[in-house]
């Protein structure tokens, strides 16, 4: 049950395009459908971004995008905004019924 | 609307218990799976435990399987977590989630969260 791995920190400037992975295993990441993205500002409480590898709720902008090659899933953010200067965090259920999260990305907007 | 508001946290010795509470409204709580979870001061997040709708089905993570329960009460909007054997390491905000419809892995709704202190 070990933490899906992510890179702690990525960066870009207003209107680039930045891209997060989520590297996992045959047995999460790479074997289930219910990859999640969330962002977290300080002091807040996290929201969903995107769901079951792409897919995105109302209300967030078309900007985010999610994917999936394999064992890893990515989320990118493209046209950077100064809102978006967030953590981010991956999760995805896992055999035994359990969830896991990775270990969270600081998204900085340069 | 949705609303998730959790309360119960505070401060607690080692070894101690403590009942966090979350309550529900702007949705029919009933109907929906939940989830608790758990950030540590300038952590990541760490998914608790998983309740079905009717309260028949519970899931746990080994980390804290057996010191940790989760219950609900439907007839009250209240969904519980039930915390013993209280270490260092459990000092945490604690968040409840509500499922998103038909994908009961996912969190599409979260409180503001409780802090929880275990400290002497």
């Known amino acids: 049950q070990s933490a899906l791995t992510q890179p702690p920190s990525a960066s870009g400037s207003p209107g680039q395009s930045v891209t997060i992975s989520c590297t996992g295993t045959?047995?999460?990441?790479?074997?289930?459908?219910?990859v999640s993205w969330y962002q977290q500002h300080p002091g807040k409480a996290p929201k969903l971004m995107i769901y079951?590898?792409?897919k995105r709720p109302s209300g967030v902008p078309d900007r985010f995008s999610g994917s999936r090659s394999g064992n890893t899933a990515s989320l990118t953010v493209s046209g950077l905004q100064a809102e978006d200067e967030a953590d981010y965090y991956c999760s995805s259920n896992a055999a035994s019924n359990i969830v896991l999260f990775g270990g969270g990305t600081i998204l900085t907007v340069l | 609307q949705l609303q998730l508001v959790e309360s119960g946290g505070g401060v607690v010795q080692p070894g101690g218990s403590l009942r966090l509470s979350c309550a529900a409204s702007g949705f029919t709580f009933s109907n929906y799976g939940m989830h608790w979870v758990r950030q540590a001061p300038g952590k990541g997040l760490e998914w608790l435990a998983f309740i079905h709708n009717d309260g028949s089905i519970k899931y746990y993570p080994d980390s804290v399987k057996g010191r940790f329960t989760i219950s609900r009460d439907n007839s009250k909007n209240t969904l519980y977590l039930q915390m013993n054997s209280l270490r260092a390491e459990d000092t945490a905000v604690y968040y409840c989630?509500?499922?998103?419809?038909?994908?009961?892995?996912?969190?599409?709704?979260w409180g503001q969260g409780t802090l929880v202190t275990v400290s002497s």
């Open positions: 045959s047995s999460d990441v790479g074997g289930y459908n219910y």
């Open positions: 079951e590898v792409s």
């Open positions: 989630a509500k499922i998103f419809p038909g994908s009961g892995w996912t969190f599409d709704c």
